[in-house]
């Protein structure tokens, strides 16, 4: 596997909390806030619940997609490459998953 990712942007290391853990620990909130809002959304209670919710919700998904983009920038988020086989794979277990759940 490759991994993609840019150059790390180094911090201080210590007991005291530097950019790195502040970006991965608000990144790793608004993915549970986003978590919460999806379930409050679809047990909205009126439409106009749902609107507000939903409106949140995708301010959250924006930010987050923010933080990811810096923290990526800056090298402290990596990804990797999957091969062919692996993806197919996943494509049948998804696949077959679906099919079970129409059957």
Known sequence: ???ISNPEVKVKKG?????KDYLNSLLTCLKD???NYVI?????SSENLYQAHTETYLKLSDLGRDVY???FQNG???LETAENSKIQEKINTLTQELNDIKN
């Open 76 to 78: 402290w988020y990596q």
């Open 15 to 19: 007991i005291e909390m530097n950019e």
């Open 40 to 44: 409050a959304i679809t047990e909205a």
């Open 69 to 71: 983009e810096l923290m």
């Open 1 to 3: 596997m490759t991994k």
């Open 33 to 35: 806030m986003e978590k």
